[in-house]
């Protein structure tokens, strides 16, 4: 269902969407955690996650090799400041959302 269509029913005022600039949640952490001056540039068609695990010299074959990856990208993560700030301006606005008297 589309985010317009949600505001057109009775639970309108309860529903927020938000979005984020990122192909995929991994690129809001900084690259500098991971030792690259910036994300890669991955071909459309290749998968984001297995292009960037080819970038590092990561295994990327299977799906298991990708959760390997999420959890060394999460690893590199040590507080709120290695993320960008455009994904926690969205998590405080649903922060602020879900939190708000109404």
Same mark, same amino acid.
């Given at each position: 269902?589309?985010? *317009? $269509?949600?505001?057109?029913? +009775?639970? #309108?005022? @309860?529903?927020?969407?938000?979005?984020?600039?990122?192909?995929?949640?991994?690129?809001?952490?900084?690259?500098?955690?991971?030792?690259?001056?910036?994300?890669?540039?991955?071909?459309?068609?290749?998968?984001?996650?297995?292009?960037? *695990? $080819?970038?590092?010299?990561? +295994?990327? #074959?299977? @799906?298991?090799?990708?959760?390997?990856?999420?959890?060394?990208?999460?690893?590199?993560?040590?507080?709120?400041?290695?993320?960008?700030?455009?994904?926690?301006?969205?998590?405080?606005?649903?922060?602020?959302?879900?939190?708000?008297?109404?």
């Amino acid at each position: 269902m589309r985010a *317009a $269509t949600r505001r057109l029913r +009775p639970w #309108a005022d @309860h529903v927020l969407v938000v979005g984020h600039p990122y192909v995929d949640v991994w690129q809001s952490v900084k690259p500098q955690r991971l030792g690259m001056d910036a994300w890669p540039v991955i071909p459309r068609g290749t998968s984001w996650k297995a292009g960037v *695990a $080819t970038h590092l010299g990561w +295994p990327h #074959a299977t @799906h298991t090799d990708l959760a390997r990856a999420w959890r060394r990208v999460l690893g590199a993560v040590d507080s709120y400041a290695d993320l960008e700030p455009e994904l926690l301006g969205r998590v405080e606005e649903l922060i602020d959302f879900v939190t708000a008297r109404g």
